[in-house]
């Protein structure tokens, strides 16, 4: 069974930074694309970022991009989100996702497992 476990989420200023870590347990690890995924409550979850099977590929909303990283460490069965120059439209729950990288990436996404997510609130 898979389990997808979230930390690091917590109240920042804009223009701050924050770690996300997502530890994954019961699946193999580095079979999997591993992703983020976030949400504001009242609307639609919304893509982030993913990160290959072996690290190699990544890819980014527009939003994001330059301003986040996303990352993994197969020995650990860990993934990092690392946010910087955070904004207040970043606000949001954070949930850490695993599946296929093309199925994570696309507009029709196909996510096989989600964590229970972590809460960013970014302050003005």
């Known amino acids: 069974q898979v389990q997808l476990v979230e930390s690091g989420g917590g109240l920042v200023q804009a223009g701050g930074s924050l770690r996300l870590s997502c530890a994954d347990s019961?699946?193999?690890?580095?079979?999997?694309?591993m992703g983020w995924f976030r949400q504001v409550l009242g609307k639609e979850r919304e893509f982030v970022a993913a990160?290959?099977?072996?690290?190699?590929?990544?890819y980014y909303a527009d939003s994001v991009k330059g301003r986040f990283t996303i990352s993994r460490d197969n020995a650990k069965n860990m993934v990092y989100l690392s946010m910087n120059s955070l904004k207040p439209e970043d606000t949001a729950v954070y949930y850490c996702?695993?599946?296929?990288?093309?199925?994570?990436?696309?507009?029709?996404?196909?996510?096989?497992?989600w964590g229970q997510g972590t809460q960013v609130i970014v302050s003005s």
């Open positions: 996702v695993a599946g296929s990288f093309a199925g994570l990436i696309s507009p029709h996404t196909a996510v096989d497992s």
């Open positions: 019961g699946r193999t690890f580095s079979n999997d694309a």
């Open positions: 990160v290959s099977w072996s690290g190699a590929s990544t």
